[in-house]
């Protein structure tokens, strides 16, 4: 059967992609960001996933506000980076995975969730840039991928509660895959942050630590706010902590903190970052 051996959460500012590009890893600005990320490096040595799942939101590249499913997941055999006018490098196409993707589709959808099905898609920052972070010595991703992208761009959105079940559901249907197989999941977004209006710059480091500690004891705590609420609390984009709440969902059982940062300001951004391992 397939195991999930753990989740990695983090930031994906698209001025991340510039940094990279610009080698600036070592820039005072940038170098409390980058050193966050060795300590993953080597626990991807230790567990060295098959497949990683990225939860993440699409920011206009593959969906627009005519067309915002609330749920998608990709089952293409590979998914193509483009430019999104950031100037930032566009990256190699990631592999993907269509056996798991569509286990994954079948297994949701029998749990009653409604799904955007892509056989075709585009991949934004949120999907390329933390895959770049976690894997930065590779030329192309070396895992095949399956995108997951939960709308937090349009409402109405789904509720923290609802991305909570989603993300249970996904690690069950994960786990009910008769593939011998270890699956990564990633979830991406946030932490506080708003871009625009009359609070732009705005960061709640209390809040975003609260929240980082619920999820590895209290998964569900976040689960009691709703989006007004978040957004009251973190910023108008930093709901996108709804792909870290799917992402700790998809753990079965007791998880154990192996490593986390949190650093202010990446680009207006609280920035943070987690992993989290399935206990033995």
């Known amino acids: 059967m397939a195991k999930i051996v753990g989740a990695i959460t983090t930031s994906h500012v698209p001025a991340i992609g510039r940094a990279i ?18 300590p993953v490096h080597a626990w991807l040595d230790k567990v060295r996933p098959d497949v990683a799942v990225v939860l993440y939101n699409d920011h206009g590249l ?3 506000l005519d067309k915002m499913p609330t749920f998608a997941v990709g089952a293409a055999p590979e998914y193509h980076n483009a430019d999104e006018g950031w100037g930032i490098p566009t990256l190699p196409p990631f592999k993907g995975h269509p056996e798991l993707s569509w286990h994954v589709i079948n297994e949701l959808v029998a749990r009653e969730f409604d799904l955007t099905t892509c056989q075709e898609m585009l ?5 390329s840039l933390p895959l770049k972070l976690l894997w930065p010595n590779d030329e192309k991703c070396p895992v095949p991928t399956v995108p997951v992208c939960i709308n ?25 895959w008769d593939k011998d197989l270890r699956v990564l999941v990633i979830g991406t977004g946030g932490l506080s942050h708003q871009l625009d209006g009359e609070r732009a710059g705005f960061v709640n480091p209390e809040f975003d630590k609260a929240f980082m500690d619920s999820l590895v004891s209290d998964p569900e705590w976040v689960t009691q706010f709703s989006n007004e609420q978040i ?18 969902a998809a753990l079965p059982g ?19 970052l987690m992993v989290m391992e399935v206990a033995a």
Not at 255 to 272: E, Q
Request: aromatic fraction near 14%; proline fraction near 7%.
């Open 231 to 248: 957004v009251e609390k973190t910023g108008t984009q930093g709901v996108e902590l709804l792909m870290w709440v799917a992402a700790r």
């Open 62 to 64: 593959n969906f627009f």
């Open 152 to 176: 937090t761009v349009q409402y109405p959105l789904p509720s923290a509660k609802r991305c909570y079940k989603l993300g249970k559901a996904l690690g069950e249907a994960i786990g009910s």
């Open 123 to 127: 991949v934004d920052h949120a999907y």
């Open 21 to 38: 590009a610009g080698k600036l890893q070592d820039d005072p600005y940038w170098k409390p960001f980058f050193d966050g990320f060795p």
């Open 254 to 272: 007791r998880v154990g903190l192996v490593h986390s940062n949190y650093h202010i300001p990446i680009s207006n951004t609280a920035a943070g």
